[in-house]
């Protein structure tokens, strides 16, 4: 009952957070909204994973890899905007910007987003399409010349910072 009541709590003063403002009327919205959603999420079951894919590790474990992930993914930002700035400020003659497939394998939804979502918020790299049934993401790139350094830097990224926490 206390952890419904600190959901409930918690989620509203989210709602609050977004409207800007807390009127009563807000205040008794937010409740009834979150009570809702308290309540239904107790009906809502997790999709069992795919079949061929090992289980997620325990919940301390996958939480132990978010700094790792969160670091990771700022230095990635952090390189994909000294690339694009480089790019704008004088384009290198021999840089070809293009498409690369990336192989990604049977992973789960989950882990696909946000391999998808992690790649997308670096500055020199968008995310085209991600095809769970061929197990590939289809990545553009600034500079395609090398797919294969582009694929290996990828892969390497995704075991070292995001598997951890998105098997």
């Known amino acids: 009952m206390v952890r419904a009541l600190a959901k409930i709590a918690a989620l509203t003063a989210v709602y609050l957070l977004v409207l800007g403002q807390a009127q009563l009327g807000d205040v008794a919205v937010g409740l009834v909204l979150a009570a809702l959603l308290v309540v239904s999420a107790r009906f809502v079951r997790p999709l069992p994973p795919p079949e061929g894919?090992?289980?997620?590790?325990?919940?301390?474990?996958?939480?132990?890899?978010?700094?790792?992930?969160?670091?990771?993914?700022?230095?990635?930002?952090?390189?994909?905007?000294?690339?694009?700035?480089?790019?704008?400020?004088?384009?290198?003659?021999d840089y070809r910007p293009g498409v690369v497939t990336i192989p990604i394998g049977r992973s789960s939804t989950s882990s696909a987003t946000a391999w998808g979502i992690r790649v997308g918020i670096s500055p020199d790299t968008v995310v085209v399409d991600i095809d769970e049934q061929r197990g590939q993401m289809l990545l553009h790139v600034l500079d395609s010349r090398d797919p294969d350094a582009v694929r290996a830097t990828e892969l390497d990224s995704y075991e070292r910072r995001q598997r951890r926490v998105f098997p």
């Open 53 to 93: 894919l090992r289980p997620a590790g325990s919940a301390p474990q996958r939480l132990a890899g978010v700094p790792a992930l969160l670091g990771g993914t700022l230095v990635d930002i952090g390189r994909g905007s000294w690339t694009v700035a480089r790019y704008c400020l004088r384009t290198p003659a």
